[in-house]
């Protein structure tokens, strides 16, 4: 599996190029820590593997892409 932000536990997907990365919150505790913009594509030394979650987040991404190509 690649290490990815796509496939790692602390990511929140915005839409199907980027997201949030919420090692910050995991970190400190603090719910109103800074949670930076990063792409899908990136990865860091954080990295933790997400399991299915991985799948689901693939999923969502190409049902966007599908809706937005049939809106087209």
């Known amino acids: 599996m690649e290490t990815t932000c796509l496939s790692c536990k602390f990511y929140k997907v915005e839409d199907a190029l980027s997201g949030f990365c919420r ?5 400190t505790g603090d ?3 800074e949670r930076p913009m990063v792409r899908a594509d990136n990865g860091c030394d954080k990295w933790v593997d997400s399991g299915q979650q991985y ?3 693939l999923g969502w991404i ?3 892409q599908a809706g937005k190509d049939k809106a087209q």
């Open 23 to 27: 090692v910050a919150v995991k970190e």
């Open 31 to 33: 719910r109103d820590a």
């Open 55 to 57: 799948y689901i987040r």
């Open 62 to 64: 190409r049902a966007q």
